[in-house]
């Protein structure tokens, strides 16, 4: 794999002196009257430039009085200059003046506090930054207007323009590699809670943002934690962490193939995604204070594969799904949330790919690729926003089957007739994952996309763990025999018993894969076993029930789940207890 390069614009530091302010590396002499008392900022903007593009990111401190909503106005020096399309404020353009408006959600700045804001754009020919700014109709000044001395005290320095902080570079071509991982200290001292869970509790797990409100902090909520993304970041950046694990979970309608993880969005809040969910994440990655961190967005888990396999003329079809791929809201989300943070120099984004036992068919694998493509395509993103792909999360498939190999055959029938395998062409993650991202190449994404591997919950050790081959008697004797998966069925899905902590993370543990993670924090649970009611939009799903005898999509067998399960995302002890016991490689 190569090296991909994407160069971070430098960041424009302010240096005031008396009634002067320092914008984008030019000092601009600007006048100062009493109607400014009461407002006053400090603009700090930049750009990521390439030829006739640009990202902009506009910081809007406000150093005066609270303000309840804001404007902000600039000019653009060239003619040519153009705001495309914009995010957290509504943007509008007249010649080469721009303006931008608070959403509801960002209207108050306490004084000393600030907001974050941004927009696609084009030139050509130049592309200079504004020389002015203006908040509310006055001219951004830096400071608190005094009235400068006559004569400078001899002991003052002259002014001088302060040099830019170095941006933060290369893009590396696996985020994961020489790197330390963030340690999430909530799933840690849940991990700790339970007997033994110091052994694994200091391996790097993901951050779930699966609600609005998971954004600043959810204390009140039964799932996942408190810490919201800025305090995740903040602590990052104190544990001397070089990556930190996002996972981006919000779409319109999601999950809807199933209700476990049905999710606050209807299917038509595609705008409420954007606006309230994705600009604010942006804008918070964008702070040029995690500029040293590489952030790694997990992009909608179980979503887009969806759209080939749980629609009409699907064994698994349901109306939601027929929805949400007819109005868009799953391409053009993922669409929009691959534009915005790709847009960050040093944010890496893997989109969910689902898992062998998923789309491990003819009929779904090319089709799943194709959607893939296609959402990173739409709502003005491209393939190079897209950094790879992961497999996985969603599920509990083994990483390697070293007894059952697709090659393999029983008395001249192929084990691909097993009613385990049944006519899949994969019989685990890791050959999946490498035949699956040399289609993703052949579709049209770039020849060094990386993939990742869930590992958390695939271990399948234990005394229940194969020592080799099942009998020769049949193919099905022979897989159920050899196989290290126990499941009862490949489409089960939820809190799988008997199931084991897979590896640990790792880096560049094989050709085409960046790493093993864990995306999904082990002890998370992935549905309740009965209905719970909750204010997280969260549903029950028979397949998290223990008793459930099973549909078309697990071929009408036993759900396998574990009994007592919380909702989605909470914490399920007894789960965290039996993984550790099965690990593979054992703890």
């Excluded at 302060?162 to 590699?177: A, R």
């Excluded at 082990?522 to 549905?527: H, T």
Aim: hydrophobic share 35%; with cysteine; proline share 7%.
């Amino acid at each position: 794999m190569s090296m991909r390069k994407r160069l971070s614009g430098h960041r424009r530091a302010l240096a005031l002196s008396g009634a002067g302010v320092l914008v984008a590396g030019g000092l601009v002499a600007l006048p100062v009257t009493a109607a400014q008392a009461a407002t006053q900022c400090s603009i700090d903007y930049t750009t990521n430039d390439w030829p006739g593009g640009m990202t902009g990111n506009v910081t809007i401190k406000n150093l005066g009085d609270a303000v309840s909503s804001w404007n902000l106005g600039f000019t653009f020096p060239n003619s040519s200059q153009r705001v495309q399309q914009g995010w957290s404020a509504k943007w509008s353009q007249s010649g080469q003046n721009v303006t931008a408006a608070n959403e509801s959600y960002n209207g108050s700045i306490a004084s000393g506090g600030s907001v974050s804001i941004g927009f696609n754009g084009a030139w050509s020919g130049s592309n200079p930054k504004p020389t002015s700014f203006t908040l509310n109709g006055v001219v951004c000044n830096g400071s608190t207007p005094t009235t400068p001395p006559t004569t400078p005290p001899p002991t003052t320095p002259p002014p001088t323009t302060p040099p830019p902080t170095t941006p933060p570079g290369e893009k590396v071509d696996n985020p994961y590699l020489n790197a330390k991982g963030y340690v999430n200290p909530e799933w840690k001292a849940k991990a700790e809670s339970v007997a033994g869970g110091n052994r694994v509790s200091n391996n790097p797990t993901a951050v779930w943002i699966d609600r609005i409100a998971a954004i600043n902090g959810t204390p009140d909520s039964s799932s996942n934690g408190a810490m919201g993304v800025r305090a995740h970041l903040d602590e990052a950046l104190k544990q001397g962490a070089k990556y930190i694990q996002f996972v981006v979970y919000n779409l319109p309608g999601r999950d809807c193939a199933a209700l476990a993880s049905n999710g606050e969005l209807g299917p038509n809040d595609l705008p409420r995604y954007k606006a309230e969910y994705i600009d604010p994440i942006a804008a918070i990655q964008s702070d040029a204070k995690y500029a040293s961190l590489r952030i790694i967005n997990i992009i909608e888990i179980d979503s887009l594969p969806n759209l080939v396999t749980n629609t009409s003329g699907q064994p698994g079809g349901t109306a939601m799904c027929d929805t949400v791929k007819a109005n868009g809201a799953y391409v053009n989300g993922v669409g929009y949330a691959l534009a915005r943070l790709g847009a960050l120099g040093n944010v890496y984004n893997y989109i969910d790919a689902a898992h062998h036992g998923w789309i491990g068919w003819d009929s779904n694998f090319g089709p799943t690729a194709d959607q893939l493509k296609a959402a990173a395509v739409a709502s003005g993103s491209t393939v190079n926003n897209v950094h790879g792909f992961i497999v996985n999360t969603a599920n509990y498939s083994a990483l390697r089957e070293p007894y059952v190999k697709i090659t393999d055959n029983v008395n001249g029938t192929s084990v691909r007739q097993s009613k385990w395998i049944d006519w899949n062409f994969y019989t685990d993650e890791l050959s999946f994952a490498q035949a699956f991202r040399t289609k993703l190449v052949s579709v049209g994404f770039n020849s060094n996309i990386g993939m990742l591997i869930d590992t958390s919950r695939n271990g399948w050790g234990g005394t229940a763990r194969p020592t080799g081959p099942g009998a020769l008697t049949s193919v099905d004797t022979y897989v159920n025999g050899g196989r290290v998966d126990r499941r009862i069925h490949a489409g089960n899905w939820c809190n799988q018993s008997g199931a084991g902590l897979g590896e640990r993370p790792k880096a560049a543990p094989e050709s085409g894969i960046d790493a093993y993670v864990w995306v999904k924090p082990p002890g998370e649970s992935d549905g309740s076993s009965k209905e719970i009611p909750n204010n997280e939009g969260k549903g029950f799903d028979r397949m998290c029930d223990p008793t459930y005898t099973g549909n078309a999509r697990n071929g009408n067998s036993m759900s396998g789940a574990l009994p007592d399960a919380p909702i989605s995302g909470a914490w399920f002890s007894a789960q965290f207890a039996q993984l550790m016991q099965n690990a593979y490689p054992a703890l």
